[in-house]
T-cell receptor, first 109, second 115 residues
Framework: QQQVKQSPQSLIVQKGGISIINCAYE??????FPWYQQFPGKGPALLIA?????SEKKEGRFTISFNKSAKQFSLHIMDSQPGDSATYFC????????FGTGTSLTVIP | ETGVTQSPTHLIKTRGQQVTLRCSSQ?????VSWYQQALGQGPQFIFQ???????GRGNFPPRFSGLQFPNYSSELNVNALELDDSALYLC??????????????FGPGTRLTVL
């Protein structure tokens, strides 16, 4: 079920830089667009989410940009920190959550 | 407030055996979902339970079954284990009713290895 395509697969960013992760989807019935963060040995944790009636949501250093016509949404991490090093998943919601394949982010001090 | 807990942490089984994984939901949460996460992949939805009834199922065969108990804890049972069943199994609980897929809180998972 390739309903969600996430890119890039891995990302290396310098401390203080901007990390950008993208998610493209096919199902127009999706109505909730979250990003999850997962550290090794832990379950995913909700980071930030957006509804389709807004184009952008910002929470601290984390921003979701949503483009409904292009069926894409992205996660921007400003001022990236070594503690942000983790795997990130987009997981749009239809009748279930459809997780992307994940992006491994490494922030170099 | 206690978070979602899962047991056991790790498990090794052989092909053809059966396994039961357990999950205690976060306090006040009546909905539990189970996911399979293969190495290097995103979690895949297995099924969800709400008030002891199955409420949605992903693309998994019937040998994957579950239960939810009156205290909202849950079990995932897998029969006739196959090598491809080796994965991290995640449980997620959420508050609210049967339509509440939002605000899922994940446990740390059970790592199942099938030899």
């Amino acid at each position: 079920q390739q309903q969600v395509k996430q890119s890039p697969q891995s990302l290396i960013v310098q401390k203080g830089g901007i990390s950008i992760i993208n998610c493209a989807y096919e199902n127009t019935a999706f109505d909730y667009f979250p990003w999850y963060q997962q550290f090794p040995g832990k379950g995913p944790a909700l980071l930030i989410a957006i509804r389709p009636d807004v184009s952008e949501k910002k929470e601290g250093r984390f921003t979701i940009s949503f483009n409904k016509s292009a069926k894409q949404f992205s996660l921007h991490i400003m001022d990236s920190q070594p503690g942000d090093s983790a795997t990130y998943f987009c997981a749009p919601l239809g009748n279930q959550f459809y997780f992307g394949t994940g992006t491994s982010l490494t922030v170099i001090p | 407030e206690t978070g979602v807990t899962q047991s056991p942490t790790h498990l090794i089984k052989t092909r053809g055996q059966q396994v039961t994984l357990r999950c205690s939901s976060q306090s006040g949460h009546n909905t539990v979902s189970w996911y399979q996460q293969a190495l290097g992949q995103g979690p895949q939805f297995i099924f969800q339970y709400y008030r002891e009834e199955e409420n949605g199922r992903g693309n998994f065969p019937p040998r994957f079954s579950g239960l939810q108990f009156p205290n909202y804890s849950s079990e995932l049972n897998v029969n006739a284990l196959e090598l491809d069943d080796s994965a991290l199994y995640l449980c997620a609980s959420s508050p609210g009713g049967a339509d509440s897929y939002n605000e899922q809180f994940f446990g740390p998972g059970t790592r199942l290895t099938v030899l």
